[in-house]
């Protein structure tokens, strides 16, 4: 397991897992809480515009099977094209919180897509909108492409972290962009999040390895032939790979290196 002093901050609040969800694509409602559940994930992101402006009117939404209490809601603006609907869906975001006690909370995952064939964000709408958002008081977490220089002004705005793609959304290509991503990594101060594209847990390895911060994913999840396998594959795939990035790769070498050299069995003779 992963040392319990080794920590997620974002904004004022503080993760054990490094692991986020999505809600959406499940086949049943079962699938999407036990997998959940298996994951460890302590947070979950939902978009607001598939849900119910008032949830105690709607007795089947699966945000009521939830433990509200181990989780913390990650609103999102999927489906925005511009940061003035982002902007709009973020506030209704706040308010979801609010219908499950967290009335604190106002983080939100900003996407800004105004692009239908390949959901590729919005650089400038994003900026527009995370800056209104910020100076609103919100933990705001910008979904962005692989942009090392778009990660360090939505930074300098004040965004609590920088999440670039890996592949586009629901691709499951993995990760296509990773010179940028890494560039993202090494100077970035706020947290990276690889978001959108991984597909297997050996992706999501691959991108806290690389000294990601945490990964976020849904589809790879929500249409594994077993959701709930698969959340918890991804659930160590994450640990595994911080632990790795923790101990530190062994240097690459360009020849053979004996594991058991002839002076050290000299030495034993």
């Not at 690389?210 to 249409?223: F, H, R, Y």
Request: charged residues 20%; contains cysteine.
């Amino acid at each position: 397991m992963i040392d319990t002093f080794d920590t997620l901050k974002i904004g004022d609040k503080i993760f054990n897992s490094r692991l986020m969800l999505g809600t959406g694509k499940y086949r049943t409602v079962d699938d999407a809480v036990n997998s959940i559940t298996k994951s460890g994930c302590e947070m979950v992101t939902v978009a607001i515009r598939r849900l119910p402006t008032n949830l105690s009117n709607d007795n089947t939404s699966f945000l009521k099977s939830l433990d509200w209490e181990k989780l913390w809601l990650l609103p999102n603006t999927a489906g925005s094209q511009t940061a003035e609907e982002a902007i709009r869906m973020a506030f209704l975001g706040h308010e979801l919180a609010c219908q499950i006690g967290q009335e604190d909370n106002f983080f939100v995952k900003l996407e800004v897509i105004s692009d239908p064939k390949y959901l590729l964000p919005d650089p400038i709408g994003t900026l527009k909108a995370a800056e209104f958002l910020i100076k609103k008081g919100f933990t705001v977490l910008p979904y962005i492409n692989a942009d090392p220089m778009l990660a360090l002004h939505l930074e300098d705005l004040g965004c609590a972290t920088v999440m670039p793609l890996g592949s586009p959304i629901g691709s499951g290509q993995g990760l296509n962009n990773l010179a940028n991503i890494q560039i993202i990594i090494e100077n970035a101060k706020v947290p990276v999040i690889v978001d959108a594209g991984i597909g297997a847990p050996s992706e999501a390895t691959l991108a806290m390895e690389m000294g990601a911060d945490g990964v976020l994913l849904n589809t790879a999840v929500a249409q594994a032939k077993n959701p709930e396998k698969m959340a918890l594959a991804m659930n160590l795939g994450v640990q595994a790979g911080r632990l790795a990035y923790l101990a530190g790769r062994m240097e690459r070498k360009y020849y053979a290196d004996a594991s058991s050299p002839v002076q050290h069995i000299s030495k034993l003779i």
